[in-house]
């Protein structure tokens, strides 16, 4: 079982998917929410409108003893800070997701709120990406990757020049993207061994049945709705379910390709192994070619290339160095100088590797 922590939050500081921890009483002893209650939007307004001043929140889950041996760097406080962001996302989403199986409808307004007010300070933090991959990830890998591919197109869609209002239906289009999943029976969905061809078929078909369930909606655009309907498919037809080619697939579409390949690539052990961001998109880059927007994947690699560029590497023979040039062809290693001043050129030294990225400078 997880072991929580408890603590006292102001209700101005709650988010919706946070856990209440102990009974939350109005002023005059009624029972407001009950313990294990999850907040949403509409609930934490109904406690402001009791007069409900502070309630205790389920903080996040104990490290456990095998947190310590991750080689991870010290967290800085942002970055703990979108940790908890993130954490909560996740938990609504979560929330949402078990929803809409039962219930068979999207809860938009949630979902559009959980967008703006949750995934967009996301999209808007110094060093986004990265982060993004060390966050820790606990609950399922449906939910992890709803969040991840919303901050993601969120800040692919930044990087291409979508005015703000774009960027906000880019992230609810990655918000949205799976939501089909949510009509895919759990056996299949969950299923740990290799899916039949019958059984990949029925998870095939989550594309189509998400775009069904948002298509009607009215507040989620065409837009929207085609980048639910074509997040699988490819440049080169290779996609489902129409395989159609090009530019025929919407250019929302495309950018959630991107943030679902990627972010499917860094939630991987094999891809990831302690490599940096950089690493997992020129991977993505090389996989992909001839089936992913070039001119989405070049803007990628170059943006997480002049974030990776500064930063503060952990090698594989122990030593901390900084990353300070970067080769122009896709799949080049790095030069970094070591804390004792040594220039490695990684393109030469194919001996020593990067384990992870500790920080990053400025
Ligand atoms: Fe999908």
Not at 177 to 184: E, L
Not at 304 to 326: M, N, P, Q, T
Request: charged content about 25%; proline content about 5%; aromatic content about 8%.
């Amino acid at each position: 079982m997880s072991r929580y922590t408890k603590k006292r939050y102001n209700i101005h500081d709650v988010v919706p998917g946070m856990e209440v921890a102990d009974l939350v009483l109005t002023e005059d002893g009624k029972v407001a929410l009950s313990e294990g209650a999850t907040l949403n939007f509409s609930n934490i307004e109904r406690l402001k409108y009791w007069g409900v001043t502070s309630l205790m929140i389920k903080g996040p889950i104990e490290p456990g003893p095998e947190l310590p041996n991750e080689p991870m760097g010290p967290l800085n406080q942002q970055q703990q800070k979108f940790f908890q962001k993130y954490d909560m996302a996740v938990h609504a989403i979560r929330n949402a997701f078990q929803n809409m199986r039962y219930f068979k409808e999207v809860p938009i307004q949630e979902m559009q709120e959980l967008a703006e007010q949750a995934i967009e300070p996301l999209v808007e933090t110094v060093g986004v990406v990265n982060h993004l991959q060390m966050a820790p990830r606990e609950d399922d890998y449906t939910f992890h990757h709803s969040i991840n591919v919303a901050v993601m197109s969120g800040v692919l869609g930044k990087w291409l020049g979508y005015n703000s209002e774009e960027v906000k239906e880019l992230i609810l289009a990655g918000l949205l993207h799976d939501i089909g999943k949510t009509q895919v029976p759990l056996e299949i969905l969950n299923k740990p061994g290799k899916l039949t061809a019958e059984e990949m078929q029925v998870m095939r078909s989550h594309s189509t049945l998400g775009y069904q369930l948002v298509r009607s909606i009215q507040q989620v655009t065409p837009a929207v709705s085609y980048a639910v309907l074509q997040h699988h498919e490819r440049m080169d037809g290779s996609g489902y379910p129409l395989q159609v080619k090009a530019d025929k697939i919407h250019p929302y579409a495309r950018i959630v390709a991107v943030a679902d390949i990627y972010d499917a690539m860094t939630s991987d052990r094999v891809y990831t192994n302690k490599t940096s961001p950089f690493s997992v998109a020129e991977m993505l880059v090389q996989e992909m070619f001839n089936k992913l927007d070039p001119n989405i994947c070049t803007i990628f690699l170059n943006n997480v290339r002049d974030f990776f560029l500064g930063s503060i590497v952990k090698l594989s023979d122990g030593r901390k160095a900084e990353v300070i040039y970067l080769g122009q062809f896709t799949g080049s290693r790095p030069v970094v100088r070591t804390d004792e001043g040594e220039f490695i050129d990684l393109e030469k030294r194919k001996d020593i590797g990067i384990l992870n990225l500790e920080s990053r400078q400025g």
